[in-house]
């Protein structure tokens, strides 16, 4: 049986839908609210404003992740496995996110000086990125000379950086196709030689 979605998550639902059908700027919060069939009240129980749901955007991401990673190959070479991890979440995301929405969640992990969700380590994300790493170590497929948080540390800032220039080009190019030329050059550095 499937769990029932929490208060939280239909908020966060709904302000996602409502971002990708009229755009970050133009949904309210009592557009949120009506949507997620909430009050005022409940929803600043969770959220101090419409910018606090930034941070569920990486949750967002976890989500895909998640449901991405098990249908991988467990015999791909594990470095090929991060470059087809980022090329399709970066598919995704140039798909369903507008720019304007990622603009806004990276400026906001520029300037904030409180969490920084984007670096949270306990993400499924980085989780999943250092499994990754320790079992192309192991096997011989990513440089040994390299520690897990080093590979991490390079999978996450390329991976960033893709991001960062598309939303500076303001979406001005295909995410997708241009990580997938991208991404492969980008980690060419860590594969064994």
């Not at 992990?109 to 999943?128: C, I, S, W």
């Not at 990754?132 to 390299?146: M, N, V, Y």
Request: proline content about 2%; overall charge negative; hydrophobic content about 35%.
């Amino acid at each position: 049986m499937a769990k029932k979605p929490s208060t939280k998550d239909k908020i966060i639902t709904a302000a996602w839908q409502l971002f990708r059908e009229k755009g970050y700027n133009e949904t309210t919060i009592e557009d949120i609210i009506e949507k997620s069939g909430t009050s005022k009240g409940t929803f600043y129980h969770y959220f101090v404003g419409k910018d606090a749901l930034l941070s569920s955007l990486s949750t967002i991401f976890d989500s895909y992740y998640e449901e991405y990673y098990p249908t991988l190959d467990p015999e791909m070479n594990r470095v090929d496995m991060l470059i087809t991890l980022c090329q399709n979440v970066h598919k995704m995301i140039g798909e369903d996110i507008q720019i304007n929405v990622l603009s806004h969640l990276y400026s906001s992990q520029v300037v904030t000086k409180g969490d920084k969700h984007l670096l949270d380590r306990n993400r499924f994300y980085y989780r999943m990125i250092q499994t990754i790493a320790e079992e192309g170590i192991r096997r011989g497929e990513i440089d040994s000379s390299l520690t897990v948080t080093d590979v991490t540390a390079i999978y996450t800032m390329c991976e960033r950086a893709i991001i960062y220039d598309y939303c500076i080009s303001d979406g001005s190019f295909d995410l997708g196709e241009y990580t997938c030329r991208m991404i492969p050059v980008l980690l060419a550095g860590i594969r064994a030689k």
